[in-house]
Nanobody, 125 residues
Framework: QVQVVESGGGLVQAGGSLRLSCTASGLRFDDYAMGWFRQAPGKEREGVSGIMWRGASTYYEDSVKGRFTISRDNAKNTVYLQMNSLKPEDTAMYYC??????????????????WGQGTQVTVSS
């Protein structure tokens, strides 16, 4: 049984930092591209960042470029999202996702095979 579990969310002041972690089990982690999505109240879920199977390529949505960094440790089956210079508009539920397909046009994880349950990030002004 595949499990994808996020952690690291919380409440932080604007300008602060958080590091999200996501650990996947029950799958061959190396075979999956990983990504982070977020969904704010009343808004659609959007892709934030993605990383290829062995980290050879990464992708960032424009609003987080230069502030967020995605990385992965395949030995630990874990992907991270380091979030710096957080803004109130970053407030959302953040979801980890695993997918076998990487798309080179737009957000790279179009077909998600597995989702985590989400971790809440709240940035106060």
């Amino acid at each position: 049984q595949v499990q994808v579990v996020e952690s690291g969310g919380g409440l932080v002041q604007a300008g602060g930092s958080l590091r999200l972690s996501c650990t996947a089990s029950g799958l061959r982690f190396d075979d999956y591209a990983m990504g982070w999505f977020r969904q704010a109240p009343g808004k659609e879920r959007e892709g934030v960042s993605g990383i290829m199977w062995r980290g050879a390529s990464t992708y960032y949505e424009d609003s987080v470029k230069g502030r967020f960094t995605i990385s992965r440790d395949n030995a630990k089956n874990t992907v991270y999202l380091q979030m710096n210079s957080l803004k109130p508009e970053d407030t959302a539920m953040y979801y980890c996702a695993a997918g076998v397909t990487w798309t080179w046009s737009g957000f790279p994880l179009r077909d998600v095979n597995y989702w985590g349950q989400g971790t809440q990030v709240t940035v106060s002004s």
